[in-house]
């Protein structure tokens, strides 16, 4: 699956929409504003999810926002080619999203006090969540089979590089106080005080009717009959009329996918590569 990406400094990533030079530019030149909220994920970990909840939260629960303008244009991807040049002269608090590991984020952001949330999800379903997006899409070489794209997931052969890397990177972070971690699996158990968690990280605070149409409009739901989020608007030009983002919105759907053999691979592998983290850091486990 490997002659189809783009690699830039030893990661690969997709071939439309990135290039070296503007990555190049935006690892060297991209300038974090204090004022900024940054949203970080490996793909697949419910970043669409967290942009949309985080876009309510900026709107006090009023939808306009999300009904209006497409999810990438709320919050671009810094280092997409899209996303880099429409931020760098954007004016104001930016919220901003990336899937980069942390040797690539742009240079500026350890002297910045922007706040930065990075959402964790279990691997097995991240792998499962990509496994199934990157078949429907136009940028990524598809798999054969779940058996071939389980072996490039865990060699860490696929976009954006290692998951079990791209933890270890960012939790270099924890502790800080502009370093907010939260997981998938905590936000579905209980969006409530997860949504809480968050507003009190950017220092906002929602009435009881405002969050309660955040909750409303940020669920799987409506969340998936939106069109300016569901990236529906995206079919055809990077996703196969197959394309769905919001396919199941579950935690543990790898369990009805991987086979024992692979379950257990994976524990092993797990348990190897994330024994010097705390086990507290992974909610799933
Ligand atoms: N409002 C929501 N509630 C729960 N899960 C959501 C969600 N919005 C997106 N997701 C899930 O987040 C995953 C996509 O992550 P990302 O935004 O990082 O690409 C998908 O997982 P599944 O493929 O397991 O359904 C998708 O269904
Ligand atoms: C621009 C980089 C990018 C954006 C969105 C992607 O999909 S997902 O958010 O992980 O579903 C992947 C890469």
């Not at 999300?66 to 760098?88: M, T």
């Not at 954007?90 to 240079?107: A, D, M, T, V, Y």
């Not at 798999?143 to 976009?159: D, M, P, Q, R, T």
Request: proline share 5%; hydrophobic share 40%.
């Amino acid at each position: 699956m490997s002659d189809r990406y783009m690699w830039f400094e030893g990661v690969p990533f997709p071939t439309m929409g990135f290039t070296p030079e503007l990555m190049r530019e935006a690892w060297e030149s991209f300038v974090f504003k204090d004022e900024d909220v940054l949203i970080l994920t490996y793909p697949k970990s419910g970043t669409n999810w967290l942009i949309e909840i985080v876009c309510l939260i900026c709107s006090k629960g009023d939808p306009k926002w999300i009904q209006s303008v497409p999810i990438w244009d709320r919050s671009p991807w810094v280092e997409a080619e899209y996303g880099y040049n429409s931020l760098k002269d954007k004016e104001g608090p930016r919220l901003i999203s990336s899937h980069l590991p942390i040797q690539l984020i742009p240079k500026s952001l350890s002297n910045s006090k922007a706040k930065v949330i990075y959402l964790i999800r279990n691997p097995r379903d991240v792998l499962i969540s990509g496994y199934f997006f990157w078949r429907t899409s136009y940028f990524v070489k598809k798999a054969e089979s779940l058996k071939e794209y389980f072996e490039c997931f865990i060699k860490g052969n696929v976009i954006y590089g290692s998951w079990f890397d791209h933890i270890h990177g960012w939790m270099s972070m924890r502790g800080k106080e502009n370093f907010l971690i939260l997981s998938y699996e905590e936000l579905k158990r209980d969006t409530r005080s997860t949504v809480d968690k968050i507003c009190q990280f950017l220092g906002r605070k929602l009435e009881p009717e405002e969050m309660n149409s955040l909750l409303k409009n940020s669920s799987f739901q409506v969340m998936k009959e939106n069109k300016m989020s569901n990236y529906s608007l995206l079919r055809g030009q990077f996703l196969d009329e197959n394309g769905i983002l919001l396919r199941k919105g579950t935690s543990g759907d790898w369990k009805n996918h991987f086979t024992v053999a692979q379950a257990e691979a994976f524990d092993k592998i797990f348990q190897d590569k994330m024994a010097d983290l705390p086990r507290e850091l992974f909610p799933w486990q």
